[in-house]
């Protein structure tokens, strides 16, 4: 089974009460890494951790402004290495780096199907809606290899268990099926992020992504297989990605796709984040740099007017778009 070199990994599993406090402790394994898969083919430059988790159905701190309880995220770090992504300082945590370790070391719970249908048939479990997508891409490159999603959907199905999956990834039309029929079952929401169609900031921002346009197509794939699906329009990059003209051309390619809706969501940069996401501005973008240390300074989030004002950019945005797409007074 094992592919490429066996190099002992040490991950700092038992010693991260971060995790704990940031709801991620479900990470703790029974034996720690079990195998080290270093990838061939078109999985090429990725290396596989594989761990079995203690438990998979994860339970967001009470403080968290998320509007979810309960998560699930087979895998950790992220291919498609988004130089914004808030998830890399994760990643520090298990002693790897939140840098080239974050996009091509992941972190996979070999046992996450077992472990989610066992979990949903305890007696303890409730049956609240789960979210998926909320620390790393489900749907990233290794899904290709291991299916875990997919398993995980299944059985989230088959117990008619709500969920909900946020993604960039258009692997995630390989389960349409799947979806489709765990939504006859039970509220299933689907929702794709797509930041930019500006086809350069894509490149330089999400270099491991599929083709923004690839995602809207997605967007109307979903939704015309009846799981209702809507867009993300994140993160908003101040310089880079927030032109009104940008903004419009998102949002009318959205109404378009038939996005249930369109949200809109400011760059924010928490700290560890902040400093790997400047460093690559310093060098991809140096003329921006002192206004984002203005605008910034040491917080993670912009002024709330400024999401205000995005919001309701993006609102009229939508409405026009909407009119223009359907003027009788369609969806
Ligand atoms: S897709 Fe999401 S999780 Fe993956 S690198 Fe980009 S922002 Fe991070």
């Known amino acids: 089974m094992q592919e490429g070199g066996s190099r002992p990994v040490a991950l700092r599993w038992r010693l991260v009460e971060e995790e704990e406090r940031c709801g991620q402790g479900e990470l703790f394994p029974e034996r720690g890494v079990l195998d080290r898969h270093v990838g061939t083919g078109e999985y090429r430059g990725l290396e596989f951790l594989h761990v079995r988790a203690k438990r998979v159905i994860n339970r967001v701190p009470a403080s968290s402004r998320m509007p979810f309880r309960w998560t699930i995220n087979p895998y950790r770090g992220c291919s498609h290495a988004c130089t914004y992504c808030f998830a890399r300082p994760s990643h520090e945590w298990l002693g790897l780096g939140m840098g080239e370790d974050f996009e091509r ?61 946020l993604t960039k990834s258009t692997l995630i039309l390989g389960d349409l099926e799947r979806l489709a029929e765990a939504s006859r079952r039970t509220a299933v929401r689907v929702n794709l992020s797509i930041g930019t169609l500006d086809e350069g900031v894509w490149r330089e921002t999400e270099p491991g992504t599929p083709h923004p346009c690839q995602r809207l197509a997605a967007v109307r794939r979903i939704n015309e297989a009846g799981i209702p699906c809507g867009v993300l329009l994140a993160p908003v990059i101040p310089g880079l990605s927030d032109r009104p003209e940008q903004l ?17 969501i400011l760059l924010h940069l928490r700290p560890g984040v902040r400093e790997h996401y400047l460093a690559w501005l310093a060098g991809a973008h140096p003329e921006l740099l002192a206004a984002y240390q203005a605008a910034y300074g040491g917080r993670a989030y912009l002024p709330s007017r400024d ?7 993006v609102g009229r945005l939508e409405r026009s778009a909407r009119r223009r797409a359907w003027p009788s007074g369609g969806p």
């Open 105 to 165: 070391r992941i972190v996979v719970k070999v046992n996450a199907v077992e472990r989610t249908r066992a979990e949903l048939a305890s007696r303890r479990w409730a049956g609240e809606p789960i979210a998926m997508g909320t620390n790393t891409d489900p749907y990233q490159r290794a899904e290709g290899k291991y299916r875990l999603t997919r398993g995980i959907v299944e059985a989230l199905a088959e117990a008619a268990n709500p969920f909900s999956i």
């Open 248 to 264: 419009e051309e998102v949002v009318t390619g959205c109404v378009e796709a038939g996005a249930v809706s369109i949200s809109p």
């Open 307 to 313: 999401q205000a004002a995005l919001t309701g950019l």
